[in-house]
């Protein structure tokens, strides 16, 4: 069982707000990364990292930005927030190149 | 890039078999994850195919052919707790963010009684 954790589950904030998602592993997995969903579409990467101090953009552009500084600990932040940014997003962390990723839950962002 | 198919919908009685396809192009394939992923929820694992052939657990098996760039999840038994979407995911050799997965839009299954 993947032990993976994100928070908050649901928010619903105004613009403008600086917003941070938390994700959090206690699988000791270097890889994480952050997808974003929205209902009924695909999965887009758009921030990853290979560990400690690493972080890349994704395939898919985004305004928000990510932090690495201790292994199990890869938090998204938006500085500030706009209802164009209103989805769900998804953390997910892999241990080495043959195992999948785990999810977490995911946060659903609302933003009015 | 990576470019990946799957059909959007397919529909299935409880208690039979359905095949899920799925059609990749990508350069320097270096596996195929399936996921199956709940309305409102996070994906999870299903099977992960490196080398051709079949991979079964349980229920669920998994077919790969790296030559003709094909896989397919077939779901035995079905039951109504397998409505769900099920995502083909495909990793490259190549480094960066294209090392990454990329998922395909996923089969919205529903299983009808």
């Known amino acids: 069982e993947a032990d993976i954790y994100q928070t908050p589950r649901y928010l619903v904030i105004g613009t403008g707000k600086k917003i941070t998602l938390e994700c959090s592993q206690t699988?000791?997995?270097?890889?994480m990364y952050w997808y974003q969903q929205d209902p009924g579409m695909e999965l887009h990467l758009i921030h990853y990292?290979?560990?400690?101090?690493?972080?890349e953009k994704g395939d898919l552009s985004s305004e928000s930005t990510v932090s690495r500084i201790r292994t199990e600990h890869f938090p998204l932040t938006l500085e500030s927030a706009r209802p164009s940014h209103t989805s769900q997003y998804l953390c997910?962390?892999?241990?080495?190149?043959?195992?999948?990723?785990?999810f977490g839950d995911g946060t659903r962002l609302s933003i009015l | 890039g990576q470019n990946i198919d799957q059909p959007t919908e397919m529909t299935a009685t409880e208690g039979a078999i359905v095949q899920i396809n799925c059609t990749y192009q990508?350069?320097?394939?270096?596996?195929l994850f399936w996921y199956q992923q709940h309305a409102g929820e996070a994906p999870t694992f299903l099977s992960y195919?490196?080398?051709?052939g079949l991979e079964e657990k349980g229920r669920f098996s998994s077919f790969l052919s790296r030559s003709k760039g094909y896989s397919y999840l077939l779901l035995k038994e079905l039951q109504m707790k397998d409505s769900a979407s099920y995502l083909c995911?495909?990793?490259?050799?190549?480094?960066?963010?294209?090392?990454?997965?990329?998922f395909g839009s996923g089969t919205q299954l529903t299983v009808l009684p």
């Open positions: 997910a962390s892999r241990g080495t190149e043959d195992q999948p990723q785990h």
């Open positions: 195919n490196v080398l051709d």
């Open positions: 995911a495909v990793r490259s050799t190549r480094s960066g963010s294209a090392r990454q997965l990329t």
């Open positions: 990292s290979y560990g400690v101090n690493s972080t």
């Open positions: 699988m000791g997995h270097d890889k």
């Open positions: 990508t350069s320097g394939f270096n596996g």
